[in-house]
Nanobody, 122 residues
Framework: QVQLVESGGGLVQPGGSLRLSCTAS????????MGWYRQAPGKQRELVAT???????NYADSVKGRFTVSRDNAKNTVLLQMNGLKPEDTAVYYC????????????????WGQGTQVTVSS
């Protein structure tokens, strides 16, 4: 299967920056895409940004111009650079990888990390 390990969350003041990192490991044959979702208290999980390739990225309207997603295919890693953070960005951020694993080569499945807390507060 696939394990996703996230890092980089924490407490930051409004206007500050954080960089989240997520690395996938396991019996991976290929990864079609990676990305980030977030869930604030009392709210549904929502898309933040996804990336299939350098020319194929998708962002939530609320983070466009402030967040940048990138991917290192050789390391099965996805990064999220978050600038200009606002209190409303406070949430648990989850990494997701859409992958094919050994043993089920005809199945594409989403795998999720455990989440990392981002808190934006003065």
């Amino acid at each position: 299967q696939v394990q996703l390990v996230e890092s980089g969350g924490g407490l930051v003041q409004p206007g500050g920056s954080l960089r989240l990192s997520c690395t996938a490991s396991g019996s991976i044959l290929s990864i079609a895409g990676m990305g980030w979702y977030r869930q604030a208290p009392g709210k549904q999980r929502e898309l933040v940004a996804t990336i299939a390739s350098a020319s194929n990225k998708n962002y939530a309207d609320s983070v466009k111009g402030r967040f940048t997603v990138s991917r290192d295919n050789a390391k099965n890693t996805v990064l999220l650079q978050m600038n200009g953070l606002k209190p409303e960005d406070t949430a648990v951020y989850y990494c997701v990888a859409t992958a094919i694993v050994a043993g089920t080569p005809d199945t594409v499945k989403d795998y999720w990390g455990q989440g990392t807390q981002v808190t934006v507060s003065s």
